[in-house]
């Protein structure tokens, strides 16, 4: 049996489609649960979390997606408490990869 070029690209495309589909059923849902109060870890870049102090939960923080906004804190180990830093921070539900502290 002969398959042309032209069904290929066909079957490829729909594959794609398919692929596309089923990884964007994730965009903007929850990966973890977490309240007001919360302390939170915040996906930045690859390798790079930053946490942040949950101050108020959103169902569309920006371009219709649900997160949260809040204000950066430190970690200091030796003191084993949280210090804010004064800065603001925002995030969609799917860059939040933990909880470092409940309220």
Do not use: C
């Not at 490829?12 to 903007?28: A, C, M, P, Q, T």
């Amino acid at each position: 049996m002969k398959v042309h070029s032209r069904k290929i690209r066909q079957i490829i495309k729909s594959e794609l489609n398919e692929s596309r589909v089923r990884h964007s059923s994730l965009y903007g849902r929850r990966h973890v649960s977490y309240d007001v109060g919360d302390i939170i870890a915040k996906r930045e870049q690859p390798g790079r979390a930053i946490l942040v102090l949950v101050e108020h939960v959103d169902p569309d923080v920006k371009n219709g997606r649900p997160g949260f906004e809040g204000t950066v804190v430190i970690f200091d180990p030796t003191t084993n408490s949280y210090t804010q830093t004064g800065d603001d921070m925002s995030g969609y539900d799917d860059q939040v990869i933990r909880i470092a502290r409940r309220k």
